[in-house]
């Protein structure tokens, strides 16, 4: 292992001990915008604009979509934005890396293509029961 990747496996235990579930009130919004293109935003106040779930965490975990989220096929761009809702609404990257696809496959492929909603209560309750 050179130090490059150590300090990267370093930081990344770092992150983990860090990581807590989201609020339960946090929604997730994806969107997209003619300058970026597909954006997942999360709000967790309803007076204020949603700010953008960041890509990093995430890709520290598994990278399938270095380019960024994506949603409404079951693609790499989905794969990487069901990673990231499953780890911000859990706090828990082993549940995060090891349920992403099935995720993938039932809930984020069948998003619309222009926008969607969900909270991260319902991410949780999936992670529960295997149903929205």
Known sequence: MNSAQYQQLV??????????PAPDDRLYVGVRSVE???VLLYIDDR?????KLPLLPSL????HSPTGFEWGY???GPAQ????????????PDVARGRHQ???FEVVANFGREEWKLS????RKWVNTGAL
């Open 11 to 20: 930081e990344t235990r770092q992150e983990r001990r860090r990581l807590k």
């Open 36 to 38: 970026e293109g597909a």
């Open 47 to 51: 007076d204020l604009p949603g700010r």
């Open 60 to 63: 520290r975990l598994v990278n």
């Open 74 to 76: 079951a693609g790499s």
């Open 81 to 92: 934005t069901a990673l990231a809702l499953l780890l911000d609404a859990t706090g828990d």
């Open 102 to 104: 099935q995720f993938k």
């Open 120 to 123: 991260a209560n319902s991410v």
